[in-house]
């Protein structure tokens, strides 16, 4: 399984951040896989957003949740929305599909926050 995230670079404060991940050699849909954005801010440790399982359930970060969607699209596209973004949201925003015996990460995109 292969994860690319795409997305604007650049987004200003207070507007929405829209990120995809598009999945190549397996499909969103297979049993047992559930499907995460997680991001890395500056000066910490890795974050977990939210997850939309195989069988489209999600979960988000109680702290996150209030403007956090995470969605899916066909059979290999997972979409990150983050509402009202704020120069603290500035980061390296992933992809990740994993079960209960692995786990797949893209490379990661760029996301700054920033009027």
């Known amino acids: 399984v292969l994860l690319q995230e795409s997305g604007p670079g650049l987004v200003k404060p207070s507007q929405t951040l829209s990120l995809t991940c598009t999945v190549s050699?397996?499909?969103?849909?297979?049993?047992?896989?559930?499907w995460s954005w997680i991001r890395q801010v500056p000066g910490k440790g890795l974050e977990w957003m939210g997850t939309?399982?195989?069988?489209?359930?999600t979960n988000y970060s109680p702290s996150l949740k209030s403007r956090t969607s995470i969605s899916r699209a066909n059979a290999n596209t997972v979409y990150l929305r983050a509402k009202t973004v704020k120069p603290e949201d500035t980061g390296v925003y992933y992809c990740?599909?994993?079960?209960?015996?692995?786990?797949?990460w893209g490379q990661g995109t760029q996301v700054t926050v920033s009027s």
């Open positions: 990740n599909a994993k079960t209960s015996w692995t786990s797949h």
């Open positions: 939309v399982a195989y069988s489209g359930i």
């Open positions: 050699g397996g499909s969103i849909t297979t049993a047992y896989y559930s």
